[in-house]
């Protein structure tokens, strides 16, 4: 098959994976190894100095890992890709290649609660300076952009559930300061929605959720969208400046429309370091092969646990964009309509006490802090994840004392509502 | 005239099959240069690759000799690679087509594109490509670019062949290809 454009789940199966030219072995090898011989000096030295394709060392490229790199990066429908340790070291080495220390990125205020730490904490040593905008109000995406802004970074759909964000809208903002906009995609997953195709310049994800989806491996991958035009640009010296790290080469000149991913390889993950294990590639590969098949049952049962949660005397409100008169109800036709997500956040009128009281009496839902399981996941963030916060944070954050949250999985559902009900009762 | 905004594989893989002299305009001798990596990358992939730019005419890129011109080379020449601006692409076609015998392919680089030289080629029977890497295409064809995490968008459940000598080297020529 070579000019037909395949579908989705053929990608997800077939992409960056042909048989192994050494051995023929059909499913991806586990190539666990530290290093790669070279076939002569010659071809060492090309390969040091970027001039041949090839594997030098696993921190810097590993065949099982580029496999799960291009899988992505076709799903994605994007140029290249780059896998790493985690989703937090694919945010690190994508601001790692946009910003000099005194920049700024606007970022959405509704994001997973590792990023915003990562962004307000860590990122200041770097002198990364985060300015916060509401994702419900676009034009508030406009007013925090300075001539220092790199970037705007959004969650597709913010986690902890509820928000679908408007990409073209804060792209258009983007584009017009002509800045990259970066794509958290890790809770909708490519299979609900594709950020380039809604005008996003890179795509971030925690392959730890929905892409692996069996709870087995943290990994995270930066994909390139090829849209930006890097050369010339000396807001971004990573790729438009000679590097001396290569010989005075010219990282966007050089590499074109994947040279931001090649940036965030041989420079951010060869010198910074966070690089994924070539067995958690392969895990993560193995799920996804399954994952248009996987977010289909998860939208389905988590469409029905919503609307069940909804009519239960014990729940004050439900946040899941797929109910009807849902705040987000229109954002989700137009941006994920073969499904919300996974994922959803609802209110209990018992209040503090009875999200504790949910928590010890469910059967079934596993009571931890990741999302996009096989198992379905509960957390009652006021007694965990933000029991740090005062009351009113706790609030802004979507995380009130009565604010439950699910990650719905691939049980029978008629088994998810019964524990809920139990537990409920 | 042939669409220039989305070439077929089968293509370029014909093309990258059967040419085997290259004269590469815009040549470089600086090691960080793409020509430069370009040039390197086809005479190890057996390509025989003609250096030319008058401003080093005489003086050696890679063990090959540089020449000021086209028309300086003697023989034959299968294709011609532009290393030049969309604008020098015009004049350095209208060299290639002043070639007897004429080049089968004229290849202008990625980011370079020039397509009122295109159909004057086109028009003495001239295949041209333009705005594409050689070697990205080849490594794309092989499914060497996949181990830098390119989206080769290519899916094969063939083996991938190597090309002769160690590992880290795939060769086009693939079975059912």
């Given at each position: 098959?070579?000019?037909?454009?395949?579908?989705?789940?053929?990608?997800?199966?077939?992409?960056?994976?042909?048989?192994?030219?050494?051995?023929?072995?059909?499913?991806?090898?586990?190539?666990?190894?530290?290093?790669?011989?070279f076939?002569?000096v010659d071809h060492a030295a090309s390969l040091f100095g970027l001039q041949a394709f090839g594997?030098i060392?696993?921190?810097?490229?590993?065949?099982?890992?580029?496999?799960?790199?291009?899988?992505?990066?076709?799903?994605?429908?994007?140029?290249?890709?780059?896998?790493?340790?985690?989703?937090?070291?694919?945010?690190?080495?994508?601001?790692?290649?946009?910003?000099?220390?005194?920049?700024?990125?606007?970022?959405?205020?509704?994001?997973?609660?590792?990023?915003?730490?990562?962004?307000?904490?860590?990122?200041?040593?770097?002198?990364?300076?985060?300015?916060?905008?509401?994702?419900?109000?676009?034009?508030?995406?406009?007013?925090?952009?300075?001539?220092?802004?790199?970037?705007?970074?959004?969650?597709?759909?913010?986690?902890?559930?509820?928000?679908?964000?408007?990409?073209?809208?804060?792209?258009?903002?983007?584009?017009?300061?002509?800045?990259?906009?970066?794509?958290?995609?890790?809770?909708?997953?490519?299979?609900?929605?594709?950020?380039?195709?809604?005008?996003?310049?890179?795509?971030?994800?925690?392959?730890?959720?929905?892409?692996?989806?069996?709870?087995?491996?943290?990994?995270?991958?930066?994909?390139?969208?090829?849209?930006?035009?890097?050369?010339?640009?000396?807001?971004?010296?990573?790729?438009?400046?000679?590097r001396?790290e290569y010989n005075g080469m010219?990282l966007?000149?050089t590499?074109?429309?994947?040279?931001?991913?090649?940036?965030?390889?041989v420079?951010?993950?060869?010198?910074?370091?966070?690089?994924?294990?070539?067995?958690?590639?392969?895990?993560?590969?193995?799920?996804?092969?399954?994952?248009?098949?996987?977010?289909?049952?998860?939208?389905?049962?988590?469409?029905?646990?919503?609307?069940?949660?909804?009519?239960?005397?014990?729940?004050?409100?439900?946040?899941?964009?797929?109910?009807?008169?849902?705040?987000?109800?229109?954002?989700?036709?137009?941006?994920?309509?073969?499904?919300?997500?996974?994922?959803?956040?609802?209110?209990?009128?018992?209040?503090?006490?009875?999200?504790?009281?949910?928590?010890?009496?469910?059967?079934?839902?596993?009571?931890?802090?990741?999302?996009?399981?096989?198992?379905?996941?509960?957390?009652?963030?006021?007694?965990?994840?933000?029991?740090?916060?005062?009351?009113?944070?706790?609030?802004?954050?979507?995380?009130?004392?009565?604010?439950?949250?699910?990650?719905?999985?691939?049980?029978?559902?008629?088994?998810?509502?019964?524990?809920?009900?139990?537990?409920?009762? | 005239?042939?669409?220039?905004?989305?070439?077929?594989?089968?293509?370029?893989?014909?093309?990258?099959?059967?040419?085997?002299?290259?004269?590469?305009?815009?040549?470089?001798?600086n090691e960080a240069r793409p020509?430069w990596i370009v040039?390197k990358y086809?005479?190890d992939?057996?390509?025989?690759?003609?250096?030319?730019?008058?401003?080093?005419?005489?003086?050696?890129?890679l063990?090959?000799?540089?020449?000021?011109?086209?028309?300086?080379?003697?023989?034959?020449?299968?294709?011609?690679?532009?290393?030049?601006?969309?604008?020098?692409?015009?004049?350095?076609?209208?060299?290639?087509?002043?070639?007897?015998?004429?080049?089968?392919?004229?290849?202008?680089?990625?980011?370079?594109?020039?397509?009122?030289?295109?159909?004057?080629?086109?028009?003495?029977?001239?295949?041209?490509?333009?705005?594409?890497?050689?070697?990205?295409?080849?490594?794309?064809?092989?499914?060497?670019?996949?181990?830098?995490?390119?989206?080769?968008?290519?899916?094969?459940?063939?083996?991938?062949?190597?090309?002769?000598?160690?590992?880290?080297?795939?060769?086009?020529?693939?079975?059912?290809?």
């Amino acid at each position: 098959m070579t000019d037909r454009a395949p579908g989705f789940s053929t990608l997800a199966i077939h992409a960056g994976a042909a048989p192994d030219a050494a051995t023929g072995a059909r499913a991806t090898p586990i190539y666990q190894t530290t290093s790669f011989v070279f076939d002569d000096v010659d071809h060492a030295a090309s390969l040091f100095g970027l001039q041949a394709f090839g594997n030098i060392y696993t921190r810097i490229g590993n065949p099982t890992n580029a496999v799960l790199e291009e899988r992505v990066a076709a799903l994605e429908g994007g140029t290249a890709a780059l896998a790493v340790a985690s989703g937090h070291a694919a945010e690190f080495l994508c601001f790692h290649a946009l910003l000099q220390p005194g920049d700024e990125f606007v970022a959405a205020r509704k994001l997973y609660g590792g990023s915003i730490n990562q962004f307000n904490h860590s990122y200041k040593s770097f002198g990364w300076n985060v300015i916060w905008a509401d994702p419900d109000d676009v034009e508030g995406f406009a007013a925090a952009v300075t001539p220092k802004t790199k970037a705007i970074f959004i969650e597709s759909i913010a986690n902890p559930g509820g928000v679908i964000v408007d990409i073209a809208a804060i792209s258009a903002i983007a584009k017009k300061h002509n800045i990259p906009l970066i794509v958290d995609n890790t809770m909708a997953s490519p299979y609900l929605l594709r950020p380039f195709e809604h005008g996003a310049d890179i795509v971030v994800h925690s392959a730890t959720k929905f892409l692996g989806g069996h709870g087995n491996s943290i990994g995270g991958l930066i994909v390139d969208g090829g849209s930006f035009n890097w050369v010339g640009d000396d807001r971004y010296p990573m790729l438009s400046k000679p590097r001396p790290e290569y010989n005075g080469m010219v990282l966007g000149e050089t590499f074109g429309n994947f040279a931001f991913a090649i940036a965030t390889r041989v420079l951010g993950l060869r010198d910074l370091g966070p690089a994924l294990s070539p067995f958690n590639a392969f895990m993560l590969l193995t799920g996804i092969e399954t994952l248009p098949l996987r977010m289909q049952r998860h939208c389905e049962s988590t469409q029905k646990v919503a609307e069940h949660l909804q009519k239960h005397p014990a729940v004050e409100w439900v946040s899941y964009p797929g109910l009807a008169g849902d705040k987000y109800e229109a954002l989700a036709k137009r941006y994920t309509p073969k499904g919300a997500g996974a994922v959803f956040t609802f209110g209990l009128k018992g209040g503090y006490d009875a999200g504790v009281k949910l928590v010890s009496n469910l059967k079934l839902f596993s009571h931890l802090a990741n999302i996009g399981d096989t198992r379905s996941l509960v957390i009652h963030p006021a007694s965990t994840t933000h029991r740090q916060l005062t009351d009113e944070q706790k609030i802004a954050s979507g995380a009130g004392p009565q604010v439950v949250r699910l990650s719905i999985g691939l049980e029978d559902v008629e088994d998810l509502i019964a524990d809920l009900d139990q537990a409920l009762a | 005239m042939m669409n220039h905004d989305a070439y077929p594989d089968s293509l370029i893989r014909d093309i990258l099959k059967s040419v085997k002299r290259i004269a590469l305009v815009g040549a470089s001798a600086n090691e960080a240069r793409p020509s430069w990596i370009v040039t390197k990358y086809l005479l190890d992939r057996g390509y025989d690759v003609i250096p030319v730019n008058p401003g080093l005419a005489g003086q050696t890129i890679l063990g090959k000799t540089v020449y000021a011109a086209l028309k300086d080379i003697s023989g034959p020449i299968d294709m011609v690679e532009i290393f030049r601006n969309s604008e020098a692409a015009g004049p350095i076609t209208d060299e290639a087509l002043a070639l007897d015998p004429l080049p089968k392919v004229i290849w202008m680089q990625l980011s370079v594109r020039n397509d009122e030289a295109a159909a004057r080629a086109e028009a003495k029977g001239v295949t041209v490509i333009m705005n594409r890497c050689p070697k990205i295409e080849y490594g794309r064809l092989s499914g060497e670019i996949g181990w830098q995490g390119i989206n080769s968008r290519i899916l094969s459940a063939k083996k991938p062949v190597l090309a002769g000598k160690g590992f880290q080297k795939l060769t086009i020529h693939r079975p059912g290809t």
